[in-house]
């Protein structure tokens, strides 16, 4: 079935302890597009770039069958970039510049072939953007995903508040489950989300995994343990691309398929952290991701059987 | 099989975001030897407790088919006290307020009885005193599981490194993992450990659930998402507890039984954690854990087939 993924592509210069690197293709669409080609070879992207952009990364794009008919490259223009420093612990990270470029006046406009796609993926944007971008769609898509983040909470409540209420699934981090309804204990903060609008939430918690809630459902899925996570950017793009990708390529929207899913995102965000940037997300083997699966299963299978 | 548990017998005054308490009881025995006692009828408790030690406590571990023959009781001291205070996040917490009084000069004798234990558990204690213990044992028992902390890495070192040799599960947290070892990745962190003479080692991460690691194998088990957790004083104890008792009812030390004992464990901590001090650990139905076994199934089983 067909994806359709919006949000950034870009350029990052990276540090964490183990190096730095200078500006490298980055960006939330980046990432997801790449970990959802591995599963539907029918994703679409929708982006602003300026033309300092590779060649190569459009390449890259085209060698994982992305379909690049919404990738406005604006000439004359500079592409969005971004620096960061990531603390020793990995988990936290300060900004050290943000060049909003390009993003400042993207406005996405589907190409028609677009309008039709099965399956949504928002990426983090300007909560008005991302429901521009389901207002020009011509049918409803079988699911919408949507990542936010704190960010809006501050300055777009309203709109933030409009645009989660269409969505089916919603993606954010602990954190912000907390900002986004004043609770500090997960399960009350799921609660409330899901009076929000989205019939479905992931709650990603980094190195601690990710929870999944749907009515009084939840599913749990933890984060491998790596000996060395090299570069967490992207990590969460990752996982949401895997995540929708292996339900536009299965089809089927039930939480045991959402469960599957998980597993899937997780696999490709431990892909993305082994290296920096999307060079580990470039040219995985089917045969990477069955054993990086296998691993998940290892990890947390165990045979319990409660007599009826 | 037997299970024989040494550590603290205490009182502890509680203060958290949901109330406080006056003194109850405590200690990382108590709340060990009671979660223990829902899996092996043979629990034997090795402490020391002043005589303001209050008699329905002592009654309820005889309730529980606690062997109590090694619970020193002295006349005209006092009992063990700690006091603190959780934070919001109720993973951190503060120190109000410690005295020792009958721990200071402990010097834990076994009964004959206890001496062919086939389990053993070293609550969290000076190291020199969980080796002695070793040394009056008649019998290497068939596992022992040590639980250890921070403290003993700053003040009793050689000791600590000593007593951790001769042991075969290790149980630190998160922080204390990093503390002995130096290593920020809790991959390498364990891998160094392994070294250290435990066969096995968990590693508990609190609301983020345990990881036990054992050559090249690793297991996770989550934490159970609650609603509240109310008081998470006990919580490590009572997943050792669950985890050393498990292992004694059914008498094996394979990986897989381990894992169980892992999920056995997470469901005591997660009972422990609903009210203050022990009151939920005493009286629970075999009922109520069973279905707390098939809450922690749902959580994290899945159905992944990967084809050969």
């Known amino acids: 079935m067909s994806l359709l993924v919006v949000g950034t592509v870009a350029f990052d210069a990276i540090e964490t302890p183990f190096g730095k690197t200078d500006k490298i293709v980055g960006g939330a669409a980046t990432y997801a597009c790449l970990a959802a080609s591995y599963f539907t070879s029918e994703s679409k992207l929708v982006s602003v770039v300026g033309d300092d952009f590779p060649q190569e990364a459009i390449q ?112 954010i981090n602990d954190e912000e489950a907390r900002q986004l309804t ?66 536009a390529q299965t089809d089927d929207i039930s939480f045991n398929n959402m469960k599957r899913a998980i597993i899937y995102g997780s696999a490709m965000a431990s892909f993305a952290v082994e290296r920096f940037g999307t060079e580990r997300l470039l040219g995985l083997k089917k045969e990477e991701i069955e054993s990086r699966i296998q691993d998940f299963i290892d990890l947390v299978q165990f045979d319990i059987t409660i007599e009826e």
């Open 60 to 171: 890259n794009f085209k060698d994982h069958k992305i379909d690049i008919a919404g990738l406005q490259i604006k000439q004359g223009e500079k592409s969005f970039f971004w620096s960061g420093r990531y603390n020793n612990d990995m988990n936290s990270r300060d900004t050290l510049d943000t060049q909003l470029n390009v993003l400042a006046t993207f406005d996405p406009v589907l190409p028609e072939s677009y309008k039709n796609s099965d399956y949504l993926m928002l990426g983090n944007l300007v909560p008005a953007i991302q429901s521009k971008v389901m207002d020009q769609m011509a049918k409803r898509p079988k699911l919408i995903v949507m990542d936010t983040m704190n960010f809006w909470m501050e300055t777009a409540w309203d709109d933030l508040m409009e645009t989660i209420k269409r969505v089916d699934v919603l993606t």
């Open 182 to 247: 004043g609770e500090y204990s997960l399960v009350k903060a799921a609660k409330k989300i899901l009076t929000m609008g989205p019939k479905f939430l992931v709650i990603k918690k980094g190195e601690n995994g990710a929870l999944l809630f749907h009515k009084n459902q939840v599913f749990f899925a933890p984060a491998l343990p790596l000996e060395e996570v090299f570069d967490p950017t992207g990590a969460g793009d990752s996982f949401a691309g895997g995540f929708i990708g292996y339900i």
